[in-house]
């Protein structure tokens, strides 16, 4: 008989919930498991979560702060129904795609209902800026409960090890498969001869994420390169704004992307840049080689892990605005290389980081359970 495994990720927007419906959607798709899944209600994507046509159990979660202290007080309602649906589907591996703030008061139910826990560590460490209060104390709850662990970079399994003591042998890594946002998408769009190269950065605007090394980046770039950086995402840029906003060059859209809008801006794009000062992967590079776009990355983290096996971008010499730029403009005023490196980047897509490849993977993990 086929395992019946659950993917439970009550995240409302953003990567989490993109993941995990990827990957619902390849295992259904390869049918060695019976996939189903427990979503939030809330979702961004529940549409896209509803069309997979699994079984599906939705849970009311919370829309912010406010929502989420009377959301809370839900809870032991919320257990009730987690542990029934459960029951009734007769999991017997629950995969935690990401972690929710939730989480550590379910992980015990998962045992309670006869089930094993695959929890997914996406990050080992808090970034810088975007912390929140007893982040690593509830990853500990959720590792201390888990059978197994998957982590999406060696970087991050390293530490997990490292911060919760966590067994190598009950771990695997599995990277990050693609995103993508248009399923007809291969990259963007032929320029035609004298238009810019353009490159696109695309996230939350936070500190660790290097805005400030880019943008000193940019500035060193020779005046005889001809190229555009669009800076697209949410966030504050802080002391930043007044140079961003006087570079002739660099356009920013500040705000949340909704979903339907992001094949867009990637298809505007030739190449991404992750300039990030720490990492431990990076769900914008699966975006990219989803779209057909190569990348350039800092030499952080789990950055080098998602480009060098590849060969679907650059790794900046070192945590420099100098060797940033550099990479930028070789790849800029380089046609050859920029040709070689998308079509490499489609190929990743097609290949070593497709959703059927990362189902794969997991579908070891669980029958090695």
Not at 53 to 60: F, L, W, Y
Not at 72 to 96: K, N
Request: include cysteine; proline fraction near 6%.
């Amino acid at each position: 008989m086929k395992p019946r495994v659950l993917l439970w990720q009550w995240q409302r927007r953003g990567g989490g919930p993109k993941y995990t419906a990827e990957l619902a959607r390849a295992l259904a798709a390869r049918g060695r498991v019976d996939a189903a899944l427990s979503v939030s209600r809330q979702a961004e994507i529940i549409a896209d979560y509803r069309a997979i046509g699994v079984p599906m159990q939705e849970i009311d979660t919370y829309r912010g702060g406010r929502e989420f202290v009377t959301a809370t007080l839900r809870l032991p309602a919320v257990r009730a129904a987690f542990r029934g649906y459960l029951r009734r589907q007769r999991i017997e591996v629950v995969v935690a795609t990401m972690s929710h703030l939730w989480n550590p008061m379910m992980v015990d139910v998962v045992a309670r209902a006869g089930a094993r826990l695959v929890t997914v560590v996406h990050d080992a460490d808090s970034h810088p800026g975007d912390t929140y209060p007893f982040r690593q104390s509830m990853i500990a709850r959720e590792l201390k409960a888990s059978d197994r662990v998957v982590t999406l970079s060696d970087h991050v399994a390293a530490g997990v090890r490292a911060n919760f003591a966590y067994p190598a042998e009950r771990m695997a890594v599995i990277p990050h498969g693609i995103f993508r946002f248009d399923a007809g998408s291969t990259g963007a769009q032929r320029r035609s001869e004298g238009e810019p190269f353009r490159f696109l950065f695309f996230g939350r605007l936070l500190p660790y994420k290097g805005l400030d090394l880019l943008m000193a980046a940019v500035e060193r770039i020779d005046p005889g390169v001809n190229f555009e950086l669009a800076i697209v995402g949410s966030g504050d840029l802080g002391p930043l704004a007044a140079r961003v906003a006087a570079h002739p060059r660099v356009r920013l859209d500040c705000r949340w992307i909704p979903e339907e809008a992001v094949a867009g801006i990637f298809a505007a794009a030739d190449a991404t840049v992750a300039p990030y000062r720490e990492a431990s992967q990076s769900g914008v590079l699966a975006a990219s080689y989803g779209a057909g776009l190569p990348t350039i990355v800092t030499p952080v983290g789990g950055l080098a892990e998602q480009v060098t096996p590849f060969g679907a971008g650059l790794v900046a010499e070192d945590l420099s605005p100098a060797a940033f730029a550099a990479a930028m403009t070789r790849l800029a005023t380089d046609p050859d290389l920029h040709r070689r490196l998308k079509a490499n980047a489609v190929a990743t897509a097609a290949g070593p980081l497709s959703w059927d490849r990362i189902a794969q993977q997991f579908e070891d993990v669980i029958q090695g359970l």
